[in-house]
Structure formats: structure tokens, C-alpha cells
């Protein structure tokens, strides 16, 4: 899949959420994403054909191909205690399958195993410990997760431009089955509000984001 073939990560995860309310209309939320990537890629000659939890300390999540035929399977981290967690790590791997795999042929096994370099492993890394295409590629995963889980004409109906609080916050946690964080992130990202965010831990700032309206008050 070339650059030129594929959709933006925006793009692929509209066009499935597009999908699933025309099938599912407002019980298509929280976002079922192991049903959804098994049914999405058995159109392909590649399908995913397991997804499984693991517990392993400092691993996020994999897209891994088969070694034996063309297929591929998602693993991710169950060792979290966030559950929300869990739904954006199995959406971020299957943004890889949609947006940066490979896709697997039979003369890709023509000597009965198949060569090392296709698989996305996903490490809880820092982001200057990324190399700019591992972390272009990161970002486009997180976007394609982002908007297939919480579809941003959904949640604009869902704050109906109210003040955000932790009541409406708990709302849309529940809604789409995200962590606290993935949810203000989100409504960072499309909230007219003066309004920013910063994830810290041990006293120290790891990242932050900031609206449109904070960024162009010298919020940042």
C-alpha cells in the first residue's frame, strides 16, 4: 500500500464510522473494534484473523504477521488499569493494518516463512526516542484510534458546546469507552474554548495540548 493509494488516517476512520451508523445507529457506541477489524479485513487476502490480550510490562501493543500464511494478528496490553486503555491500543493497531501494513501474498512465503520486517510494535516510548517516520507513523495511529472511537459530529452533540466538567467528561468516557485522558485530548482538539491540558507525572510535565483558542492567546 503506497502513500498515494492510502487514505488519511482521518479519512479511513470516518469512512468506517460512517459504516457503523448505518448498520448500528446509536448502539454502535463503545466502538466494538475487535468485531469490526475482523469483519473490515476479511475483504482483504490478508484478514486479521486473531486479536488477543497479554499481560507484558512496557509493550502497548503489536500488529504482527503471520509467520506460516498471509494473515495477521493484533496483540495488546491487558496489564493497565484503565480498560479504556485497552479500546485505544486494539484501535491503534488497527490503524496500522488499515494505514501502514504491507499487504501479504503467497510468494511472500515461498521459502515457508516470512521474512522479519513487517510487523508494528508498540512500546510506551518517549516521543524524542522516536525516529521521524516511527513517530509520523505513531501519530497517524493515534488519529485513526481517536476518530473511529469518538467521531467528532458525535461528540460535538454530546458537549452541545457546555462547559466541560467532570460530569460530562464521565459521560463521554462511558460513551466511547476511552480513558480520561484520550476524552480531553479529543475535546482539546475541537473546542472553541480558551481550554488546555498537561499530563504529568512525579511532578513533571510529559506532554501537553492546547486549543485553537489558547494557542492563539499564548496558550501552549
Known sequence: MTNKDRKSPKKAANDLSVVLRAALGEDRFPVDVEALAF????????????????????????????????????????????????????????????????????????????????DFECFPLQANEWKDVEKEREEEADTFASYLLMPIDDYRDQVAGEDMTLSLLDHVTNRYGVSLTAAVRKWIEFTDKRAAMVVARDGFALWGRASNAAFKTGIF
Not at 499481560?55 to 496483540?75: C, H, N, Q, T, Y
Not at 484503565?82 to 503467497?106: I, Q
Open 39 to 118: 469483519e473490515v479485513s476479511k475483504n482483504f487476502d490478508d484478514p486479521i484473523t486473531k486479536i488477543r490480550g497479554v499481560e507484558i510490562d512496557g509493550f502497548d501493543g503489536v500488529l504482527r504477521a503471520s509467520r506460516k500464511k498471509p494473515s495477521w494478528r493484533i496483540l495488546y496490553n491487558t496489564a493497565t488499569r484503565y480498560p479504556g486503555r485497552e479500546r485505544f491500543t486494539l484501535a491503534h493497531e488497527f490503524g496500522h493494518y488499515v494505514l501502514h501494513r504491507r499487504p501479504l501474498k503467497a510468494t511472500d512465503y515461498a521459502d515457508g516463512v516470512l521474512a522479519n520486517g513487517f
